[in-house]
């Protein structure tokens, strides 16, 4: 098969295709055609160097879901058969032709929506659901700050929060970008290069932050939370090291938390991915819910779509087409 190799560590032309043997399944895995992968901030990390593969993962073919038709079932798997169509969460490897999976970390793919448009949707849902709704406990009426509105996760959780009837507010860093978010579903947004959400959000407050960021935004989110306010975390792009002052957290009450999901273990993932299952799929249909694809790329093209990551200026997502 081919697949896109990390070669090196280094800037996004480090990433060349080569041929590799297909992946050996086991008796609980699934073997998928792949026929599209989402491209993930946390793929230009790994590349970076700073984000290791979890053991059992390819170290060095990235890729963190897919799309696409089972080509073979291990003995123990009976939920799947020979061609379904499925998206998967997996913990690398996506960049490639082929990829197998645990056949409890795959979801059929709504009614409707392509291989391209399904390959977007594992990594971004998992993490929207966990992160706003299981650790962020948000509300039908309260109101969502998502910092980041027009990325992947920002688009899917405009889109959830909107569904379950909570308000959205978002950050971006433009106006196309916020006219777009509107589109989908936000109520307001924010420009953060011309426009300061701290000052803007304080009143009547916000009771969930999602926030990918880091850096100063944090004292600015723990300012503008409602009492028992809850902070969420899912990255930290400009700085992980924040300065906390405890008493007003303890006078607000606020929740501050967070979470990775690759490195989370089987059993985790596909409790959550059951969870996504029951409580979101069956509201997924092209009417509710838009995926938003920005481009695709060839494998040979994989450094293009990294480049056009690091750039930020995509609205939703970048899939890559074997």
Same mark, same amino acid.
């Given at each position: 098969?081919?697949?896109?190799?990390?070669?090196?560590?280094?800037?996004?032309?480090?990433?060349?295709?080569?041929?590799?043997?297909?992946?050996?399944?086991?008796?609980?895995?699934?073997?998928?055609?792949?026929?599209?992968?989402?491209?993930?901030?946390?793929?230009?990390?790994?590349?970076?160097?700073?984000?290791?593969?979890?053991?059992?993962?390819?170290?060095?073919?990235?890729?963190?879901?897919?799309?696409?038709?089972?080509?073979?079932?291990?003995?123990?798997?009976?939920?799947?058969?020979?061609?379904?169509?499925?998206?998967?969460?997996?913990?690398?490897?996506?960049?490639?032709?082929?990829?197998?999976?645990?056949?409890?970390?795959?979801?059929?793919?709504?009614?409707?929506?392509?291989?391209?448009?399904?390959?977007?949707?594992?990594?971004?849902?998992?993490?929207?659901?966990?992160? +706003?709704?299981?650790? !962020?406990?948000?509300?039908? *009426?309260?109101?969502? $700050?998502?910092? =980041?509105?027009? /990325?992947? #996760?920002?688009?899917?959780?405009?889109?959830?929060?909107?569904?379950?009837?909570?308000?959205? +507010?978002?950050?971006? !860093?433009?106006?196309?970008? *916020?006219?777009?978010? $509107?589109?989908? =579903?936000?109520? /307001?947004? #924010?420009?953060?290069?011309?426009?300061?959400?701290?000052?803007?959000?304080?009143?009547?407050?916000?009771?969930?932050?999602?926030?990918?960021?880091? *850096?100063?935004?944090?004292?600015?989110?723990?300012?503008?939370?409602?009492?028992?306010?809850?902070?969420?975390?899912?990255?930290?792009?400009?700085?992980?090291?924040?300065?906390?002052?405890?008493?007003?957290?303890?006078?607000?009450?606020?929740?501050?938390?967070?979470?990775?999901?690759?490195?989370?273990?089987?059993?985790?993932?596909?409790?959550?991915?059951?969870?996504?299952?029951?409580?979101?799929?069956?509201?997924?249909?092209?009417?509710?819910?838009?995926?938003?694809?920005?481009?695709?790329?060839?494998?040979?093209?994989?450094?293009?779509?990294?480049?056009?990551?690091?750039?930020?200026?995509?609205?939703?997502?970048?899939?890559?087409?074997?």
């Amino acid at each position: 098969m081919r697949a896109v190799i990390i070669t090196e560590f280094g800037p996004p032309d480090v990433l060349k295709v080569e041929e590799r043997p297909k992946p050996e399944y086991g008796d609980n895995e699934i073997l998928i055609q792949v026929k599209a992968s989402g491209v993930n901030r946390p793929d230009v990390i790994q590349r970076q160097g700073k984000y290791p593969a979890p053991p059992g993962a390819p170290a060095d073919i990235q890729g963190l879901e897919v799309a696409g038709v089972i080509e073979a079932v291990g003995k123990n798997v009976t939920a799947w058969e020979q061609g379904d169509h499925v998206c998967a969460l997996v913990a690398g490897g996506g960049y490639s032709e082929y990829v197998k999976v645990l056949g409890t970390h795959c979801l059929p793919i709504p009614a409707a929506f392509s291989f391209t448009e399904a390959a977007g949707l594992p990594e971004t849902f998992l993490t929207v659901w966990h992160n +706003v709704f299981q650790r !962020g406990k948000l509300a039908a *009426g309260e109101t969502l $700050l998502i910092h =980041g509105g027009s /990325s992947g #996760i920002g688009i899917t959780a405009i889109q959830l929060a909107k569904i379950r009837g909570s308000r959205v +507010v978002v950050t971006v !860093g433009s106006e196309e970008k *916020g006219q777009y978010c $509107l589109v989908l =579903g936000a109520d /307001s947004y #924010i420009n953060y290069k011309t426009q300061d959400f701290g000052d803007l959000l304080k009143d009547p407050g916000i009771d969930v932050v999602l926030d990918m960021v880091g *850096g100063d935004y944090f004292s600015k989110n723990i300012n503008i939370l409602k009492p028992d306010g809850r902070l969420v975390y899912i990255n930290a792009m400009k700085d992980p090291v924040v300065s906390l002052n405890i008493l007003q957290m303890m006078r607000k009450r606020l929740t501050i938390t967070g979470s990775t999901l690759r490195n989370r273990e089987a059993s985790f993932k596909s409790g959550l991915i059951q969870d996504l299952r029951q409580e979101v799929w069956p509201l997924l249909n092209k009417e509710s819910f838009e995926p938003v694809v920005y481009a695709t790329f060839s494998l040979e093209e994989a450094a293009m779509a990294h480049q056009l990551m690091e750039s930020s200026r995509h609205i939703g997502k970048i899939i890559l087409v074997p």
